[in-house]
């Protein structure tokens, strides 16, 4: 119920603030819903594929790794007077 259309207990569809039809029952109410989406050609987008959140998890961690032993080399030490000191 809105304040666009009477309170009398049947069921409307409504399109841009224009009533397209007054229905007793909720099912023909829904098939000129239907109808007037049908027209319209309107497509719901699909939904996104869904993520597995243990692969993905697997995933970054293999991204980090590779990230680490392609860097590796700049953080070895370097020999030099203060090699064996901690």
């Known amino acids: ?33 239907r109808a007037i989406l049908e027209e319209s050609g309107y497509r719901p987008s699909q939904p996104k594929a869904s993520v597995d959140p243990a692969r993905e998890t697997v995933e970054r961690y293999m991204d980090d790794l590779e990230a680490y032993w392609t860097e590796s080399y700049r953080h070895q030490r370097r020999g030099g007077k203060t090699m064996y000191r901690s």
Do not use: C, E, K, Q
């Not at 009533?19 to 098939?31: C, K, M, N, V």
């Open 1 to 33: 119920m809105t304040a666009s259309v009477p309170n009398d207990g049947h069921y409307y569809v409504v399109l841009n603030g224009d009533i397209r039809g007054r229905f007793r029952t909720r099912s023909a109410a829904l098939a000129t819903y």
